[in-house]
Structure formats: structure tokens, C-alpha cells
């Protein structure tokens, strides 16, 4: 039975509260996937540690801060702009060479090759918080117990469990995309550039091989660790702590939490991204700070990205929760 088939017949009778039937199935992915894993997780702090001990008594140096944010910026907008708005949920058209631009930049963000991104993204949408959902953090049920293991899995856990996305069922144009294709394969080799660029970088400023490690652990190391974490953190806290103000499928639990949207570039206004999932703009109220809305804006300005879909007002109002049920079937 294929995954679709086997989640399909699972979520017919899931309650939204108990444990998924898939819950204590524990079968580790491949070593190869769990030692990588295990050293992206850990390497990085580790890497914090060292960073500490050699700014002690001296700081962090502004090169390093800047570099830093730089990368933060271009390898994260290319995960939420690239990777997330483009490539899954098609929100825009970009050029070519913007859209392989974009692919790299993500790429970098150590966050796995751009199909597979792509097709465990397509599915947590197809299921989310329901039996076949890969990373939804009432897993183990709505109890207290099951909720602190649920966010555990969501935000981490997910990533070291045999729990294979088909590509060819969630990303087939991705795969018939010979450009998607060769950025994937050059996914490892974009990681060691993610990398190379801070030392190279911070050698050639500063002159120093002491500038080229610290650049290394800061623009580096470090860097692709908050990235990753603020990313997961949209898996597991966007699904449990903040606001829902607008209606999503059943048993979707998605939120909107202010305190990431800035380092997450707009990505925990996530109740209203799974409210309208290829909408360009996820924080559609007022004051909602949308940094990758703004960058796809700026790319629609030059003439880089056409086809974007902006937000309908009217049809933002009509999702709102809270309606009474006659206005909302209405409505929809």
C-alpha cells in the first residue's frame, strides 16, 4: 500500500486528539541519513561553544556579525522565497535564472536538497496534523504528555525517522526539471560553499587565519544552525503556541506567532499561510512584517516575477474564523 493510500485510509478515522496510528513506529532512517543528521544538530553547537571561548574577553568582531547576517539573509530568503513560496506553492513565476538562484541560496541553508524540501513540504499540506502528516506535532495525541514528545518530533525527531516522501508523487515537475535536478545533485557541494564563502571571506578582511575561523564558526556554523531552527520552530511552535485567526482544513492547527516572523521572514505567520498556501504574502493583516512578501514585491518591480498572487481582501475577509456557519458556507 502506498503512503497516500495507507494515510488516506488512517485518516478516516482519526478524532483530531489521539495518537496517530503510526505513532510508536521508531524504525531509524539509514545510518548514513542519522549520522548526518546527528552532526548537523551537533557540530554547530559545539561550534558555538568554540566561538565563545575565542570572542571571551574580546566579543564578537562586526565582520563576523555581518557576514553572518548577510549569509542569514540570502540562504534564508532562498528557503522561504525560493524553496517555500516558488518552489512548492508556486505563489509567483520567477525567470530562470532567478529561480536557479534561488535554488542555490536555499540550498546553503543546510536544510536538504531543494526536490526533497519540496515533496515532505507538498505532503505536510496534503496531511497536515492528520495520520501521513512528517512532521505534525500532535503525533502522540493532544495530552500533555503527547504534546512536549509531539513538538520534540516536529521540530527534530521527524528528521531521523524512516518516514520516506516520494518525490515523484509530491515533486514530479520538480524532477522533470533538469536545472531542479542539478541543483539537487549539487546539494552537498552547495553546503561545503555555504560554508567556505565566511573563511574565504573573513581571511581576505581581515588577513588573519584567525578571521577566516572565526567568519567559519559565526557566518558558518552557527549561522545555518539559527536557520535550521528557526525553520523547525515553524514545524513545531506554528502548530501549537499563537493566534489562528483564519479558518484552515480540518483538524489543522497551524498559528500565527509575531515573535519568529522576523527571523523566520514572514514564514510564522503561519495561519494565514495555511489558509491560502500560494498566496505570496503570509502576513496579510496589518502590520504583519513579511520580509519575503517584500523581497517577491521588489522582484515583481524589476521584472523578475510575474503571475504573483497577492492577497484578495475579500476573500482574506471570508477566511476569517469566527464567522457564523450560514455566512461562512456562503462565502465559500
Not at 24 to 52: C, M, S, Y
Not at 144 to 164: C, N, P, T, Y
Amino acid at each position: 500500500m502506498t503512503i497516500d493510500n495507507l494515510a488516506a485510509e488512517r485518516r478516516q478515522d482519526y478524532d483530531g486528539a489521539s495518537p496517530f496510528p503510526e505513532a510508536e513506529d521508531h524504525d531509524l532512517a539509514g545510518r548514513t541519513q542519522v549520522w548526518v543528521t546527528a552532526a548537523i544538530v551537533i557540530v554547530p553547537f559545539a561550534a558555538l561553544g568554540a566561538a565563545i571561548f575565542l570572542a571571551w574577553g574580546r566579543g564578537v568582531t562586526l565582520t563576523d556579525l555581518l557576514l553572518a547576517t548577510a549569509l542569514y539573509v540570502v540562504t534564508g530568503l532562498g528557503v522561504t522565497v525560493g524553496y517555500h513560496r516558488l518552489l512548492t506553492h508556486s505563489s509567483f513565476t520567477a525567470r530562470p535564472w532567478l529561480r536557479v538562484t534561488l535554488a542555490i541560496a536555499g540550498s546553503m541553508g543546510f536544510q536538504g536538497n531543494v526536490i526533497d524540501w519540496v515533496a515532505v513540504h507538498r505532503r505536510h499540506h496534503a496531511f497536515t496534523d492528520r495520520p501521513g502528516d512528517p512532521h505534525s506535532p500532535y503525533r502522540y495525541g493532544t495530552g500533555l504528555r503527547g504534546q512536549l514528545r509531539g513538538l520534540a518530533h516536529a521540530h527534530l525527531g521527524w528528521l531521523f525517522v524512516k518516514d520516506s516522501t516520494p518525490a515523484e508523487r509530491y515533486a514530479p515537475d520538480l524532477l522533470a526539471d533538469p536545472a531542479m535536478v542539478k541543483v539537487a545533485r549539487f546539494f552537498p557541494a552547495l553546503c561545503v560553499l555555504s560554508l567556505a564563502l565566511p573563511f574565504a571571506a573573513g581571511w581576505a578582511i581581515t588577513g588573519t587565519l584567525f578571521g577566516g575561523l572565526t567568519a567559519f564558526l559565526w557566518a558558518g556554523l552557527i549561522r545555518a544552525a539559527l536557520l535550521q531552527h528557526v525553520t523547525w520552530s515553524v514545524n513545531s511552535l506554528c502548530h501549537v503556541i499563537g493566534n489562528r485567526p483564519f479558518k484552515t482544513r480540518r483538524h489543522d492547527r497551524s498559528t500565527n506567532l509575531w515573535p519568529l516572523a522576523l527571523l523566520s521572514f514572514g514564514e510564522s505567520w503561519h495561519n494565514g499561510h495555511h489558509s491560502e498556501p500560494a498566496c505570496a504574502r503570509h502576513g496579510v493583516d496589518r502590520h504583519q512584517i513579511d520580509p519575503s512578501a517584500a523581497m517577491i514585491g521588489l522582484f515583481e518591480r524589476f521584472g523578475w516575477a510575474s503571475n504573483v498572487h497577492w492577497p484578495d481582501r475579500q476573500r482574506v475577509q471570508r477566511r476569517r474564523a469566527g464567522r457564523s456557519p450560514e455566512r461562512a458556507s456562503a462565502a465559500d
